[in-house]
């Protein structure tokens, strides 16, 4: 423990050295002793921050620097930094200032900062973790979903107004910045069919996104079915519904007028497009009694009947029991 409070002692002596304890930092910051001792204990703590800080010349509190201009613009130090990001509040602040030509490790709400005179870039040095979460991990084509991503650092404090950059496949999607509790929420909509990557910092998550049209019901206007072919019953309606690339028919109908069968198909309604196959599919059903029939589906959208009775065609007569359920693929 005396080993600690003699490393803290020295960091907090090295501190005091470069910050301009000024009469106009004591007025924009209460307690800065009490405040001082509390930045030495974080910097102890977190990994990796503390080399740098020995390598830099100027250790500055971010707030002294910006006070009064805050107060010229009536702005407050947070709503500042929220609208902005602490990144660009801290270029916008090298800019109008201009001397800063060596590199600087700026404290912005108790967090290290640190701008590098020779590139003009800013990169927050405490270590820090990005938990990313999606709303849902299975969404629906042209569907949208919130991506929620979570700043905090070793001690699990949040980070506030930080600018984060979410990544889609490796590639940038979108930007924002943290508020005051470190979070940063995303809402995107999924164009492509497939696994979705989306990476911020340390954290990546996949989601799926599906083509689903949910069921489409052939006797709901818009019909598709024609209207011979009603439902012949609540629990048994014509419908259709695609899933990627599988298409699923089912339901049962009860024709309102006979039909003669022959080998030609007769057409009982049209498809929408998006279920249509790409070469005719044909499948043998159950009709009343003992009759069977031939249920077909054509690229055009044409839904048909053909081939109806036992061993040769015959009528199919009014509140026939006809059966329909088909899978099949498309491209």
């Known amino acids: 423990m005396t080993a600690t409070n003699e490393i803290l002692v020295n960091i907090k002596n090295f501190m005091q050295r470069w910050f301009p304890l000024t009469t106009e930092m004591n007025s924009a910051i209460n307690n800065v002793e009490e405040r ?6 974080e910097i102890f703590k977190k990994t990796g921050v503390i080399d740098k800080l020995e390598a830099c010349s100027t250790i500055i509190d971010f707030e002294t620097v910006v006070h009064n201009d805050l107060q010229i613009l009536g702005m407050s130090y947070e709503g500042w930094l929220s609208e902005n990001g602490v990144e660009e509040c801290i270029l916008y602040a090298v800019d109008v200032h201009g001397n800063y030509d060596n590199d600087t490790v700026f404290i912005v709400l108790d967090h290290f900062y640190f701008y590098d ?8 040095l405490n270590d820090y973790d990005v938990d990313l979460e999606a709303s849902s991990y299975n969404v629906n084509i042209n569907g949208s979903v919130t991506l929620t991503a979570t700043l905090t650092d070793q001690l699990g404090n949040p980070i506030p107004y930080k600018n984060v950059e979410i990544y889609k496949n490796g590639s940038s999607l979108s930007q924002g910045i943290t508020n005051n509790k470190g979070i940063l929420m995303f809402t995107v909509t999924c164009n492509a069919e497939g696994l979705i990557t989306f990476s911020a910092g340390n954290a990546s998550i996949q989601v799926n996104c599906i083509y689903d049209t949910g069921w489409v019901y052939g006797n709901v206007n818009p019909k598709w079915m024609n209207s011979n072919w009603i439902d012949y019953d609540s629990n048994n309606s014509i419908r259709v519904r695609r899933v990627g690339k599988v298409v699923h028919f089912e339901g049962t109908a009860k024709p309102q007028h006979a039909l003669v069968s022959t080998n030609e ?6 498809l929408p497009s998006q279920f249509r196959p790409n070469h005719v599919q044909r499948f043998v059903m159950q ?17 048909g009947f053909a081939r109806y009775g036992t061993t040769q065609n015959t009528t199919m007569e009014v509140d026939s029991w006809m059966n329909m359920y088909a899978t099949w693929m498309v491209d």
């Open 287 to 303: 009709g009343s009694g003992k009759n069977t029939w031939v249920l077909s589906f054509a690229p055009n959208g044409i839904i």
């Open 36 to 41: 001082i001792d509390d930045v030495a204990l």
């Open 265 to 270: 198909t007769v057409t009982i309604g049209t």
């Open 117 to 124: 005179s020779a590139e003009g870039t800013v990169s927050l």
